[in-house]
Every structure is written in structure tokens, then in C-alpha cells.
């Protein structure tokens, strides 16, 4: 079951990495996801929300969200994804780590 919170390991195009991504609403009216990522910092990127070690076990260095790849998908795609592994589910956030992500 997909809810706010979870996390997913996605392929990024361009290399063989994949970033952690985080759902962190849902409308449940049209039944899709908002969706950000982790990303690790660059010069000049968005360091509204920065991530450090140890407040997901995804995250092996001090990281940010990427707002500006947010995302808006339909459920029904990540739960394709899911069940022909284009993509893999994580370990959820902590309450706490989502509100900070939201906020």
C-alpha cells in the first residue's frame, strides 16, 4: 500500500545511479502522488530542505530535496513500476523527516 511517506529507488536516465524519491501528499480525488528527491548538494542548488546522515538509511552523506524534480504521477504508475521493478520500494521516512521535507 502506497501512502505518504514511502520512498522509492529510481533509475536515473543519464547513469546507473538511482535517487531516493519520497511521496509526500497524495490527492486522492485523481489519484496521484507528489513526489521529491534526494539529491546531493551542488553549488547553487536549493538547500531549503537539507538531509543528514543517518535520518533515512538511504542517505550515506548529507543530502537536499530537489524540489525543482518534483513530480506529480498517478498511483496506478508507481504501483506498475513496483510490480515489474522499473523501480523499488525503500524504507518509509520517519513522521518527523516527512514533516521537515513538507514544510
Known sequence: MLSVGSTFLIPTPS???????IIIAIQECSN???LVNVAT????????????????????WNSVIDYAYARITPISNLEYCLKTDTIKKD?????????KIQD
Open 15 to 21: 547513469s546507473s545511479n538511482e535517487h531516493l524519491f
Open 32 to 34: 496521484t502522488a507528489l
Open 41 to 60: 548538494p551542488k553549488i547553487g542548488c536549493d538547500e531549503t530542505c537539507r538531509l543528514n546522515v543517518g535520518e533515512h538509511p538511504f542517505l550515506k
Open 91 to 99: 524504507s518509509p521516512v520517519s513522521g518527523q523527516l516527512l514533516k
